[in-house]
């Protein structure tokens, strides 16, 4: 059962790098999300997605882009990295017919900005 | 503004004793209340959710938690905690199932 995948597990990049956080999943689920998750503060959304061709911004956009060009996947792009974007990030699927659904979670990417 | 506040950054309790933590909700109306378990390096795993009718909640892992309107919470708790349920814990909150809002989470370290 693979659930949500994400990758890379582990990725160091320097400032000004640009990288993509790729996560799929394979329960045919129409939400994806991705959050960051810092020490102390939580979870934070960044984008989400009600389907394929759909997305929208969460708490916290600023430096990200997503792309739903299907079901599956919902990959994150980082366009020039900055230390503030260290974090570990989290993507999470549902089948999104309302609330009542469970959110899925990856494992989570780490990520570091030096 | 809707928010999931947990109160307690850091619980440390001895193996076999009793186990609650905090969740303080802030919402226009009632919401969808859930609790999550991440262990160090992995994901976030769901351990149970509040959306109407009973509001003492089963979970799994032995965990249930009360949902207390006039309160304003959603405690989890656990009557007797294992070393193995050492990790972090989130509550986590939505009205809409689009956004989920989490509190910052709470560590919780078991004594031998």
């Known amino acids: 059962n693979a659930g949500v995948t994400q990758t890379p597990k582990f990725r160091i990049l320097k400032i000004g790098q640009s990288m993509t956080l790729q996560c799929t999943q394979d329960?045919?689920?129409?939400?994806m999300y991705w959050y960051r998750q810092d020490p102390g503060m939580g979870l934070k959304l960044i984008y989400y997605?009600?389907?394929?061709?759909?997305?929208d911004k969460g708490e916290v956009p600023n430096g990200y882009n997503v792309s739903r060009s299907t079901t599956e996947d919902f990959p994150l792009r980082l366009e020039l990295a900055a230390p503030s974007q260290t974090s570990v990030y989290f993507c999470?699927?549902?089948?999104?017919?309302?609330?009542?659904?469970?959110?899925?979670f990856g494992e989570g990417s780490w990520l570091t900005v030096v | 503004a809707q928010s999931v506040t947990q109160p307690d950054i850091h619980i440390t309790v001895s193996e076999g004793a009793s186990l609650e933590l905090r969740c303080n909700y802030s919402?226009?109306?009632?919401?969808?209340l859930f609790w999550y378990v991440q262990s160090p390096g992995q994901g976030l795993q769901l351990l149970l959710k509040?959306?109407?009718?009973?509001?003492l909640v089963q979970g799994i892992k032995g965990f249930e938690a009360e949902f207390k309107r006039s309160q304003s919470s959603f405690n989890l708790r656990k009557p007797s905690v294992h070393w193995s349920d050492a990790a972090e814990y989130f509550c986590?909150?939505?009205?809409?199932?689009?956004?989920?809002?989490f509190g910052t989470g709470t560590s919780l370290t078991v004594i031998p």
């Open positions: 999470a699927s549902s089948s999104g017919q309302g609330v009542r659904n469970t959110i899925y």
């Open positions: 329960m045919n689920h129409n939400y």
């Open positions: 997605s009600v389907g394929a061709g759909i997305t």
């Open positions: 919402y226009g109306a009632t919401p969808y």
């Open positions: 509040y959306f109407s009718g009973d509001t």
């Open positions: 986590a909150g939505t009205n809409t199932g689009n956004q989920f809002y």
